[in-house]
T-cell receptor, first 116, second 114 residues
Framework: GAGVSQTPSNKVTEKGKYVELRCDPI?????LYWYRQSLGQGPEFLIY????????DSGLPNDRFFAVRPEGSVSTLKIQRTERGDSAVYLC??????????????FGEGSRLTVL | GNSVTQMEGPVTLSEEAFLTINCTYT??????LFWYVQYPGEGLQLLLK?????DKGSNKGFEATYRKETTSFHLEKGSVQVSDSAVYFC?????????????FGSGTRLQVQP
């Protein structure tokens, strides 16, 4: 597709359940980011991939959160034992190597997670 | 650490009014500064950027000037349109820290009435 695609667009789950959120970046983009946006707040950095490896995971809030990008394209954000405080919109963004230094990220529309 | 502070919204204006959305930042190095915009039902997209002091970013009639002395990057537009209604986010990146991620402000919602 032309842009960053995220699925599902909406996910409702129960406290304690496991959740996976998927991001399909723009073709050819080597850098991929996950952000979390709570209501009324700006996006908060979670993790950054350069190719297949996590170059910076300092934003992951705790060990319940994990992300992978096994083939350097699609990424999955995994949340174990979900808590009500995990409810937020999870944003994915990608950029090319040339855009990294310019700070231009291309964002998907996000996956809205609601934990009941 | 790095941080971005934006004026709280919503900002409600009539069409053709002048717009200013204030943004100030704190950074350890010499950051690049950005404004991103999120239109209803769409993902965030880059509106404009400035990479060094006194640079002016501009796009779609919006402008912002990188003011190092006041650590500010205020967004302005001379005449807003209904189609400018969106949420605007100020952001910075500080490559000197080795971190590639953007730090965002909390966003300012703009509502333009016809």
């Amino acid at each position: 597709g032309a842009g960053v695609s995220q699925t599902p667009s909406n996910k409702v789950t129960e406290k304690g359940k496991y959740v996976e959120l998927r991001c399909d970046p723009i073709s050819g983009h080597t850098a991929l980011y996950w952000y979390r946006q709570s209501l009324g707040q700006g996006p908060e950095f979670l993790i950054y991939f350069q190719g297949t490896g996590a170059a910076d995971d300092s934003g992951l809030p705790n060990d319940r959160f994990f992300a992978v990008r096994p083939e350097g394209s699609v990424s999955t954000l995994k949340i174990q034992r979900t808590e009500r405080g995990d409810s937020a919109v999870y944003l994915c963004a990608s950029s090319s190597a040339g855009q990294l230094n310019t700070g231009e990220l291309f964002f998907g529309e996000g996956s809205r997670l609601t934990v009941l | 650490g790095n941080s971005v502070t934006q004026m709280e919204g919503p900002v409600t204006l009539s069409e053709e009014a002048f717009l200013t959305i204030n943004c100030t930042y704190t950074a350890t190095g010499y950051p690049s500064l950005f404004w991103y915009v999120q239109y209803p039902g769409e993902g965030l997209q880059l509106l404009l950027k400035a990479t060094k002091a006194d640079d002016k970013g501009s796009n779609k009639g919006f402008e912002a000037t990188y003011r190092k002395e006041t650590t500010s990057f205020h967004l302005e537009k001379g005449s807003v349109q209904v189609s400018d209604s969106a949420v605007y986010f100020c952001a910075l990146s500080d490559p000197h820290t080795g971190r590639r991620a953007l730090t965002f402000g909390s966003g300012t919602r703009l509502q333009v009435q016809p």
